[in-house]
């Protein structure tokens, strides 16, 4: 099944789900190793992101390096659900970063914390992360970029870790449905054009048969 296939039966599903309770669930299980596509998470073509749902007392921000469409892109307390950031595009390795303004703590996309959890899941599936389906306008945006043709995958964040210490919070629930979006992402369709180096000897190569073909018949 395609990405893009496997996104639009997500996003049906989601939307055929009924609504789940997803606030204060039991503590997950914390995720060891960074998700290989994402370190690095090599790109090159276009990228839209759309922020899809945010359960987190703590308000988080999102970003990328390298900055695409100025930081952050998303902030989880004041984005309203839906909205579509357009990152253009973007030929090399992208990070997204997850800034904690509550704890001061920063996760990245293609690293480990400090205690070797990982604060990222990565899945073309909407259900699979047990939230509430799309609200009306970010199912409205994803469907409208699946049809340009754009690739759908959701990126779903963890906000705190086992460290995490203040009042009322004693290490991470690991959750994984503090921060949620899509990445809509179409890739550029290169034409190959011949390098310069291969063209020139392919010129000496027809000069060369030429003259082999003078030599010959001189001495014929
Ligand atoms: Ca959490
Ligand atoms: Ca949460």
């Known amino acids: 099944m395609s990405i893009v296939k496997s996104a639009i039966f997500g996003i049906a599903a989601a939307a055929a789900v009924s609504v789940t309770p997803a606030l204060a669930g039991p503590v997950g299980t914390p995720v060891t190793v960074v998700d290989p596509t ?5 790109l090159d ?3 839209q992101i759309v922020f899809t749902f945010s359960d987190a007392s703590n308000e988080d921000l999102i970003l990328t390096t390298p900055t ?8 989880n307390h004041t984005t309203p659900k839906g909205t579509v950031v357009n990152l ?7 990070v997204f970063q997850l800034d904690n303004l509550k704890t001061g703590a920063t996760y990245f996309s293609d690293a480990l914390d400090a205690f070797g959890d990982y604060h990222v899941k990565l899945d073309t599936n909407y259900a699979d992360f047990g939230v509430p389906p799309l609200s009306g306008a970010a199912l409205a ?3 409208n970029l699946a049809n340009q043709g754009y690739a759908i995958i959701f990126m779903a964040w963890e906000d705190h870790d086992k460290g995490t210490k203040y009042p009322g919070v004693k290490g991470s629930d690991f959750d994984y449905n503090d921060v949620i979006f899509a990445i809509a992402y179409k890739v550029n369709q290169r034409t190959i054009v011949p ?3 291969t063209l020139s000897l392919f010129g000496a190569g027809l000069v060369g048969a030429a003259a082999l073909r003078r030599r010959k018949k001189k001495s014929a």
């Open 45 to 47: 073509g276009q990228v």
């Open 68 to 75: 695409l469409n100025g930081n952050p892109i998303i902030d």
């Open 88 to 94: 253009g595009n973007f030929t090399g390795n992208l």
């Open 195 to 197: 390098e310069p180096l």
């Open 141 to 143: 945006n994803i469907t």
């Open 38 to 42: 994402l370190n690095p998470f090599a």
